[in-house]
Every structure is written in C-alpha cells, then in structure tokens.
Nanobody
C-alpha cells in the first residue's frame, strides 16, 4: 500500500493542524500504519502509530497528549490531529504502513514511503 500525506502548513505556536494520509494499493485495513517526521539535519523519528483495527495507538513521548492518530478504513485514510503545536514540531511529516519486522517506533519497520507534508510552527 502506498500512502500520501497532506494537510501541512504554517501555524503559530499553540495552534492546530490536521494531517491526512490517503492510501492506494492493497487494502488499507490490513496494515498497521504510522506517522514519522524529519526535521532538517535530523533522522526520521517516530510520532505515532495505530493498529489495523484502530483499537491500539502508540505515541512518542514528545507528542503524547497533544497529537491524536486515527484512521478510517472505509475511506482508506489515516489522520493526525495535532494540537498545542510547538516550534520543535516543525518537520516534514510522513506516513507509511508497517511492512517489515521490527519495532513500531523504528522507521526501518515502515515503508514504502510516499511524499511527506511540511509542517512549520512559528514562535
């Protein structure tokens, strides 16, 4: 399954954004999917992941309590609601299915990677 992220933009600190991720290819509902982000000069880091039924969610400590991951399998779409945004949340955000063995918080466990969406939070 190939995923394409959208919904990024420029927002002031404390604001909110909702990212979407549209799926194409094999049934979206069979995959654990996740959000990762990559800031300039840094490695891609885990943000959140969700089970294929949507009953289990996982978050990095840096976004826990501020971000919410959800999915609509009928629409083949993944979401990331981002509230109380901080300048350190600035990054390109990517979504991908978990296609390989490994921990859900490791980018090497996910792929293929589609085009990300830029999120910029101004102070």
């Amino acid at each position: 399954v190939q995923l394409q992220a959208s919904g990024g933009g420029l927002v002031q600190a404390g604001g909110s954004l909702r990212l979407s991720c549209a799926a194409s290819g094999r049934p979206f509902s069979v995959a654990v999917v996740g959000w990762f982000r990559q800031a300039p000069g840094k490695e891609r880091e885990f943000v959140a992941a969700i089970s294929w039924l949507g009953d289990k969610t996982y978050y990095s400590d840096s976004v826990k309590g501020r971000f919410t991951i959800s999915r609509d399998n009928a629409k083949n779409t993944l979401y990331l609601q981002m509230n109380s945004l901080k300048p350190e949340d600035t990054a390109v955000y990517y979504c991908a299915p978990k296609s390989y063995r490994g921990s859900f918080d490791q980018s090497s466990s996910f792929g293929p990677w589609g085009q990300g969406t830029q999120v910029t939070v101004s102070s």
